[in-house]
């Protein structure tokens, strides 16, 4: 791209970590704005309305990122005006790309959802058990509104076209910047690619059997975190430690494993991988004897929520719910 690229940032409903991630940059990002002009950057950073981003041209912003999963009404609308304004879309973060962590709130009924986050709770002082509505008339005169409360989360893909996704809760900084410079120098991939490494986790990961020279041995036993704290330089999965390192997409450079924590999976699918806890589920099979298969399902009677931790809603199961 030559001249000034015209970006423009949009946080739905996430929790501004991504947007922490651009900004960890430091002397990065500084460098990165010289060829970067702001225009739209709500509602956590520039000082805009909506109405601002609506009066824009069409495909006047070069290249907009996209932070959150979609919940709201108000959500759905401001990602309609955003992809008719941009040339450029990235759902960034994988939450934006996947749903998330919040998309595990689509394995519940919505009324579940409002009635644990408004009474059940146990700081909530909320007697008459009122939840919010869209509309409500204060002193019979001033007319209130919130945004609608949609029945699913949804990743950004399902509103509107994207055209690139990173994962990471929040991306890791140093990739970041390498995602940007690429952006900047206009050197990107094929549009509905995954700006990452191609690489799994496992690849840059100390403790990864292959750097000792030997094959990955198969799982004889599940642990949960809490069990005992797994042996130092040794891979966690060995261990019984559910890392999903082998099959999540590895530009974090493996900060979890290296201080002992099990990769999640929230770096998103590798390359070629339609469904991310399907692959992990699939794979993982291999991986554990019969009696670590006996223990992983007394230990986590709730598989969905382990492998589709961060990617309920993209998935096959989650749009099926969708539907």
Sequence with gaps: MSGKIKFAFLLTGGCAGCEM??????????????????????????????????????????????????????????????????????????????????????????????????????????????????????????????PAFLDQVKPVNAVVEVDYYVGGCPPHQDFVAKAVETIVAGNLPPKGSWLGTGKAVCDSCARNPALKGRERKRVEEIKRTFEGAPQEGECLLEQGYLCLGPFTEGFCGASCPKVGIPCRGCGGPLPGVKDYGAQVMSSLGALLTDEAVDQLLKKYPNLVKLFYRYAFPGSFLGKAEQK
Aim: glycine share 6%.
């Design 21 to 146: 991630a651009l900004v960890d940059m430091g002397e990065r990002l500084v460098d990165a704005l010289e060829h970067l002009e702001v225009v739209f950057w709500a509602p956590t950073v520039a000082d805009v309305k909506y109405k601002d981003l609506e009066a824009m041209p069409d495909q006047s912003i070069d290249l907009a990122f996209v932070d959150g999963m979609v919940r709201l009404e108000e959500h759905e609308h401001m990602l309609k005006v955003l992809r008719q304004k941009s040339k450029i879309l990235v759902a960034f973060g994988i939450c934006a790309a996947l749903g998330g962590i919040p998309g595990m709130a689509n394995i519940h009924p919505t009324e579940e959802v409002l009635e644990q986050a408004y009474k059940k709770t146990f700081s909530t002082d909320n007697p008459e058990g009122i939840f919010p509505q869209p509309s409500y008339v204060l002193e019979g005169k001033y007319q209130l509104t919130l």
